[in-house]
């Protein structure tokens, strides 16, 4: 069983438009949830994180919106330029425990 | 400067080699993991280890072993390695406290023919 879902599997956004990638999760005692970018031939990165006493958290372009009763979050890359053109993992655990990765969108954007 | 480092970054093995992959990180963390990422699964956890000589099985860890003698340095070992192991395999470290980071070395490509 799946505990961390994404979607789309994949996402193609002109450069410069908002990208909105999803996440959901079963556990409702999941309390933290990162986001990991990954470039070929990379390790995934910490990009953006959020804990879930927070709906919102931003840095920069890069936007988390967090539904704590629906168990959905959300990744926003606005203004999206082709450098971030990669994969994006969503995560998620209970502090103190193994954080879960869901399978990854895989964004392209074009020039 | 803080890095996750893995050795090969390439490898070519046949069926029923032995195979060891090689882990270190300079930031002192106590955790480190192994994970395998294949096409369409995501980052799948293998093992944890919690600091030297104290090591927890993860979601898929039937094939592998691990061996953690250093802080600083973790292997994985497949002993007699299968055609289903062929992967990217990554390690990752954290410092053992709150929402702290995981660090992910460069990824190991194994290929078991």
């Known amino acids: 069983q799946q505990q961390v879902r994404q979607s789309p599997q994949s996402l193609t956004v002109w450069e410069g438009e908002t990208a909105i990638l999803n996440c959901s999760y079963e556990?409702?005692?999941?309390?933290?949830f990162p986001w990991y970018q990954q470039f070929p031939g990379e390790g995934p990165a910490l990009l953006i994180s959020?804990?879930?006493?927070?709906d919102k958290k931003e840095d920069g372009r890069f936007t988390i919106f967090f539904n704590k009763r629906e168990k959905k979050l959300s990744l926003h890359i606005t203004d999206s330029q082709p450098g971030d053109s990669a994969t994006y993992f969503c995560?998620?655990?209970?502090?103190?425990?193994?954080?879960?990765f869901g399978t990854g969108t895989s964004l392209l954007v074009d020039p | 400067d803080m890095k996750v480092t893995q050795m090969p970054r390439y490898l070519i093995k046949r069926m029923g080699e032995n195979v060891l992959l090689e882990c270190g990180q300079d930031?002192?963390?106590?955790?480190m993991y192994w994970y395998r990422q294949d096409p369409g699964l995501g980052l799948q956890l293998i093992y944890i280890?919690?600091?030297?000589?104290?090591?927890s099985e993860g979601d898929i860890p039937k094939g592998y072993r691990v061996s953690r003698k250093k802080r600083e340095h973790f292997s994985l070992i497949l002993d007699s390695a299968k055609t289903n192991q062929t992967s990217v395999y990554f390690c990752?470290?954290?410092?053992?406290?709150?929402?702290?980071?995981?660090?992910f070395g460069p990824g190991t490509r194994l290929t078991v023919l």
């Open positions: 556990d409702s005692t999941f309390n933290y």
């Open positions: 959020i804990r879930s006493v927070s």
């Open positions: 990752a470290s954290r410092k053992r406290q709150d929402y702290a980071e995981q660090f």
């Open positions: 280890s919690y600091d030297v000589d104290s090591n």
């Open positions: 995560a998620a655990n209970r502090v103190g425990y193994k954080l879960t």
């Open positions: 930031m002192s963390h106590e955790t």
